[in-house]
């Protein structure tokens, strides 16, 4: 960490009277910490290939980022296992394609039932290897997860009505690699499977290197749930596994949620082949609140934007741009709240801000925070313990940051605010646009008229008005610009697995 | 003695202008009768005999810098473009079907002249060019309803998702048919709200810089369509690598080129793409027969420069 760590406080003295603005120095808490042992870890996995389970002839290891503690060993997938999965994903294709939809609809549902009934281990699972609060985990991720394969196995039995009859009838895409990034692992994972199993395409799907656990324990809920084997296949590893996924001859779309950088690489990969792809990728989102905004609200959803699940989200409101009349109080409003944020043991139910995920990604964030100090921005954070083993990062914000700094253009993915601020209605999109992002953004005014306004005028796939970072499985979510192309979730998520005479 | 044939230089169409290709470069065209027979015409050549295959108009060739002028003019033309209304823009493509439509025989004529194909064939091109733009003036409007959702999500929110625009997009277009493959790749582009910027193969370029006419005298704005022409070859790795352009429409030649310049072409413009995540869609085989019928036509060729926007509101008082 820099040398700013301790927390500067602005206009002190002339601190306005509020709820939250004189919170008790500490707030004590007793420890309410969930069962570590519900998560039933082994210590070893082993990768799921046409319903068996197969040992790698290489191994690595994942840990608890909130004490790097290891978890477990996982096997990594080599180019013959690869090869193995996606011929099974092809053996499978033809009996899961051609069998009917609601019986698809009733395995899918049996899915999303027996997630519900298995949320709690699912919830601690994915905390240990993640590093997120409990909290979220068990109300979000697991909810979340739960509610995709609900809501596309309703889709299975009913494809020939979700699209206009005039685009003729849509048939399953075929054998699919889907890779998934770490910060949502079984979330993602339901939401490239669930419309892909709906539809009739088999699936290899790779989770990221430092999250491979929940993903596996998925392949446990399949078999319960009775999917034919082939179906799924779950291959962990590193770039190289994703890599030799991608550029496999008899995959015939490819879905990818990650780096912008890593979304490139893969279209250029793709090129010439034929393949279909969809990239879900980085986002700068702007977080907008007009000076006629409720801004107690809006305060909580600048804490939602950009401290949920450590800021480690692609949407993300990492961009706020504050009107110039209210800038000084929404600072204030927002000190006070991140001093109430509490940071650390991600199984403590009252954790709010987890551990970053990995090494790498705390580094990555301390190097953008060195950057900023270097630009001259000004750094505010609660001067909060952290535990000495772990990757973390307090919930940071960022004064005096101009459109032209790096931590207001490029996708930090940490718990870091780049506040900025705008004069005019005209001024706030012009800026909130001026990205080479489209993920996502947001708005917050009190007026009906302004809030549809900008909406229409933010280039960006979700925006949110008057609330922010919310999700469901049947709206879809997905980007303008670099920040990819495809949708998922809602209707709209199931035509990328689609595929149309024409 | 005959009045000496006016020959007409037929000039790029940017940004609502016609200028030349500021390179300066034109590109020679000779009539089609002449080049079906070019083999007899190269012994009758031999023999002395004067060849037939005389250059019967200029077209301008155009450059790298004229792609960047156009995609220029295309950005500026978006903002009120993709803003304007669904039924403005259905209006639009309408007059542009009206004007093609009182103009049928002149293209008619073209078509017979330019590219040597019988009066029959040339007026069912035209015809079948002018129902095409009907079709999709009638799009504008109904896209949002055919493409838009109310999400019914489980929470206090109002949430809903609608089509809108990718933003500037090229179209490279075939040399054959030169009318309706130009049409059938813009008007789907329009739609939605993109503006676009057309590559026309020379041989195409009399009739698509002709119809460059109609789409000025339609009410369109300045820089919603340009129409340039030139070698495709030499511009295509230009609009692949061009960063500004938010999607590109490839109509494959199927006729005209080797498979492997067909699989070259189409590997540049997927591979470049990728450099800003640019929106590729590659129309493949779509034969004489195709470019007439139904499957030139329909909302999957709106589909690929679509882009879906959710946008959610919280509930409560």
């Known amino acids: 960490m820099s040398e700013k760590q301790e927390h500067v406080s602005v206009a002190q003295a002339a601190r306005p009277k509020h709820p939250f603005a004189e919170p008790p120095a500490h707030w004590d808490y007793a420890p309410s910490l969930e069962d570590k042992s519900l998560a039933r870890i082994e210590a070893r996995y082993r990768l799921f290939i046409d319903g068996a389970w197969r040992e790698g002839r290489k191994r690595f290891t994942t840990i608890n980022p909130a004490n790097e503690e290891v978890l ?5 997938a080599g180019p013959k296992d690869v090869d193995d999965a996606v011929a099974a994903a092809r053996r499978a294709l033809p009996k899961w394609a051609g069998m009917p939809g609601a019986a698809r609809a009733k395995l899918l549902f049996a899915v999303a039932r027996i997630l519900q009934e298995r949320s709690r281990e699912f919830a601690v699972l994915e905390t240990l290897d993640n590093g997120k609060p409990i909290r979220e985990a068990r109300d979000f991720d697991v909810v979340m997860a739960a509610q995709h394969f609900f809501y596309y196995a309703g889709w299975a039995d009913k494809l020939d009505l979700a699209l206009p009859a005039a685009l003729g009838k849509p048939s399953p ?13 079984l979330l993602m994972a339901a939401w490239k499977l669930a419309p892909a199993l709906a539809v009739g395409c088999t699936c290899v799907l790779k989770p990221a290197e430092t999250t491979p656990l929940t993903a596996l324990r998925l392949c446990e809920v399949f078999e319960e749930a009775g999917l034919p084997k082939g179906v799924v296949n779950v291959l962990t590893g590193a770039g190289k596994t994703g890599e030799a996924i991608v550029r496999h001859p008899d995959i015939d779309k490819i879905a990818f949620t990650g780096s912008t ?45 950009i401290w949920f699940n450590q800021g480690q989200v692609c949407c993300a409101g990492s961009r706020l741009f504050v009107q110039e009349s209210i800038e000084r109080r929404v600072l204030d409003l927002l000190d006070a709240r991140m001093r109430t944020i509490r940071v650390g043991d991600p199984l403590d139910k009252n954790t709010d801000l987890g551990a970053l995920n990995s090494a790498e990604q705390r580094d990555k964030v301390e190097r953008y925070l060195r950057v900023a100090a270097e630009e001259g921005a000004t750094r505010r954070a609660p001067a909060a313990k952290l535990p000495t083993k772990g990757y973390w990062c307090p919930p940071t914000l960022l004064e ?16 870091v605010l780049a506040v900025l601020s705008f004069r005019t209605p005209e001024e706030a999109v012009q800026k909130a646009n001026n990205s080479l992002y489209g993920l996502s953004a947001g708005v917050w005014t009190n007026k009906g008229s302004k809030v549809f306004d900008t909406i229409a005028k933010l280039r960006a796939g979700v925006v949110w008005a008057n609330c922010y970072n919310r999700f ?7 980007g303008y610009k670099e920040s990819g192309f495809g949708r998922e979730g809602g209707l709209h998520g199931l035509l990328p697995y689609l595929r149309l005479p024409s | 003695m005959t009045d000496p044939k006016i020959h ?21 065209l000779h009539t089609q009768r002449a080049r079906k027979g070019a083999r007899a015409n190269n012994a009758r050549a031999k023999n002395g005999e004067v060849s037939s295959e005389v250059p019967i108009a200029q077209v301008a060739r155009a450059s790298r810098k004229d792609l960047r002028n156009a995609v220029q003019g295309a950005r500026r033309a978006f903002a009120s473009w993709s803003t304007s209304s669904a039924y403005l823009r259905g209006q639009i493509l309408y007059r542009m079907a009206e004007m093609l439509d009182h103009r049928s025989s002149a293209f008619v004529d073209a078509l017979v002249h330019f590219e040597g194909c019988s009066a029959a064939v040339a007026k069912r091109e035209v015809e079948v060019s002018a129902t095409r733009l009907l079709f999709y003036a009638g799009c504008c409007d109904k896209l949002t309803q055919l493409l838009g959702t109310v999400n019914p999500v489980a929470g206090p929110y109002f949430n809903f998702s609608m089509p809108e625009a990718s933003g500037v997009i090229a179209a490279l277009t075939p040399s054959r048919p030169s009318l309706l493959g130009l049409v059938s790749s813009l008007a789907p582009i329009l739609v939605p709200g993109n503006t676009v910027v057309c590559v026309v193969p020379t041989q195409a370029a009399p009739i698509a810089l002709d119809f460059a006419e109609v789409i000025a005298t339609s009410d369109v704005p300045p820089g919603v369509v340009q129409i340039l022409s030139g070698e495709r070859e030499e511009l295509v790795p230009h609009v692949a690598t061009h960063r500004d352009l938010d999607g590109c429409l490839l109509c494959v030649e199927d006729a005209a080129i080797d498979a ?31 470019w007439l019928e139904g499957r030139a036509q329909g909302l999957g060729w709106i589909l690929p420069f679509v882009e879906i926007k959710t946008a959610w509101h919280s509930m409560g008082r």
């Open chain 1, 72 to 76: 477990a060993e996982v096997a990594l």
């Open chain 1, 173 to 185: 895409v075929g054998v699919c690699g889907q890779i998934i990034p770490w910060n949502f692992p």
């Open chain 1, 261 to 305: 950088e890593v979304g490139k690489a893969i279209q250029r990969a793709l090129a010439g082949s034929g393949k279909k792809l969809t990239l879900e990728l980085g986002g700068k989102a702007a977080h907008i609140v007009f000076e006629d905004a409720p801004l107690d609200e809006a305060v909580d959803g600048i804490v939602q934007g």
């Open chain 1, 400 to 415: 005096h940051v101009t459109p032209t700094m790096r931590v207001a253009r490029e996708e930090i993915f940490g718990p």
């Open chain 1, 472 to 478: 469901d499985a049947s709206s879809p979510f997905g």
């Open chain 2, 8 to 28: 007409k230089t037929f000039k790029l169409y940017i940004d609502g202008a016609f200028p030349r290709s500021e390179s300066g470069r034109v590109a020679p």
């Open chain 2, 260 to 290: 492997d310049t067909r699989h070259r072409e189409r590997q540049l413009v997927e591979a470049e793409a990728a450099d800003h995540v640019k929106r590729v869609h590659v129309a493949e085989a779509v034969t004489s027969k195709d």
